[in-house]
């Protein structure tokens, strides 16, 4: 059974930093990509970074770049996704996701329950 779970999240500041996690299981890590994402109330799932097996290469979709980063650990088979200088715009569930990294694409096989990131003062 695949399962992917997203912790982390939580009520924080403007200018607050954050690292989300998702640990995984029942599958290869290593063999597949990992991706964050989230959804703002309201808004569509919004595509924030991509991390390739070996980690060796990250892509930040549209506004992926500059405060967030994110990090995969082979060992504890988990991805993280840092978020630096948090806005109120941040306010969104965050969600993992996970595919063979043979695959491209807009398409994720397998997805967390989300994590809730509120930024609020």
């Known amino acids: 059974q695949v399962l992917l779970v997203e912790s982390g999240g939580g009520l924080v500041q403007p200018g607050d930093s954050l690292r989300l996690s998702c640990a995984t299981s029942g599958f290869t890590f290593s063999t597949y990509a990992m991706a964050w994402f989230r959804q703002a109330p309201g808004k569509e799932r919004e595509y924030i970074a991509h991390?390739?097996?070996?980690?060796?290469?990250?892509t930040y979709p549209g506004s992926g770049k500059g405060r967030f980063n994110i990090s995969r650990n082979m060992a504890k088979k988990t991805v993280y996704l840092q978020i630096e200088n948090l806005e109120p715009e941040d306010t969104a569930v965050y969600y993992c996701a996970a595919r063979p990294a043979w695959k491209s694409g807009q398409q994720w096989d397998y997805w967390g329950q989300g994590t809730r990131v509120t930024v609020s003062s």
């Open positions: 991390i390739i097996t070996n980690g060796g290469g990250t």
